[in-house]
């Protein structure tokens, strides 16, 4: 079993959804972050969470501690929003990514 | 300021053939760390370090090697590449490790 797993892998949407992605780990974290990655390659970091609930723009996360688990939200979807969002934990000195999510929103 | 820059973008090498990856920051970011991502597979990550003169191995370091001489520099050496070594290698870096990271934009590594 991965440490860290998400859900869907993929997901389509009609322009304007609310859309979510889950994010579960399964070991002890001192950071989570949220990660997008467009189809030319580049990654960008979204969010970094330790605890509650960060927002920026259209994009929120959050994440429960006690049941390791974290979810991104990207309301009012748009066609730019189409990338792969990728999870990734961090433990110590080192990052666990998860498998991401690949995202299309349609217009 | 320029980020996290990699060269080259693209390379191709024959098995057995060596190289560096190169990877600088302009952040003046202690936390410098080398991932290979892999359909199927996600980041994983290969050599980390928390500051000059320090490295550590990640998860995947066999047949990569990493020095850090100065802040802002982070080579990766392929020792003698493998066709295993096919991959899209990113660098990465942040003030510290808990921080934001900053992805370089990556080096398309063909070894046939």
């Known amino acids: 079993k991965n440490e860290v797993e998400q859900s869907p892998q993929n997901l389509t949407a009609q322009e304007g959804e609310f859309i979510t992605i889950n994010c579960s780990y399964s070991?002890?974290?001192?950071?989570l972050h949220w990660l997008q990655q467009h189809p030319g390659g580049g990654i960008v970091s979204l969010f970094m969470?330790?605890?509650g609930k960060k927002k920026h723009g259209r994009l929120i996360a959050t994440i429960n501690i006690q049941e390791k688990h974290s979810s991104l939200h990207i309301t009012a979807s748009h066609p730019r929003d189409s990338a792969v969002y990728i999870c990734?934990?961090?433990?110590?000195?080192?990052?666990?990514f998860g498998g991401g999510t690949r995202v299309l929103v349609k217009p | 300021n320029a980020g996290v820059t990699q060269t080259p973008k693209f390379q191709v090498l024959k098995t057995g053939q060596s190289m560096t990856l190169q990877c600088a920051q302009d952040?003046?970011?202690?936390?410098m760390s080398w991932y290979r991502q892999d359909p199927g597979m996600g980041l994983r990550l290969i050599h980390y370090?928390?500051?000059?003169?320090?490295?550590d191995q990640g998860e995947v370091p066999n047949g990569y090697n990493v020095s850090r001489s100065t802040t802002e520099d982070f080579p990766l050496r392929l020792l003698s590449a493998a066709p295993s070594q096919t991959s899209v290698y990113f660098c990465?870096?942040?003030?510290?490790?808990?921080?934001?990271?900053?992805f370089g934009p990556g080096t398309r590594l063909t070894v046939l």
């Open positions: 990465a870096s942040s003030s510290w490790q808990g921080d934001t990271q900053y």
């Open positions: 070991v002890g974290i001192s950071a």
């Open positions: 969470l330790s605890s």
């Open positions: 990734a934990v961090q433990a110590g000195n080192k990052l666990t």
């Open positions: 952040m003046n970011h202690e936390y």
């Open positions: 370090s928390v500051g000059a003169g320090i490295t």
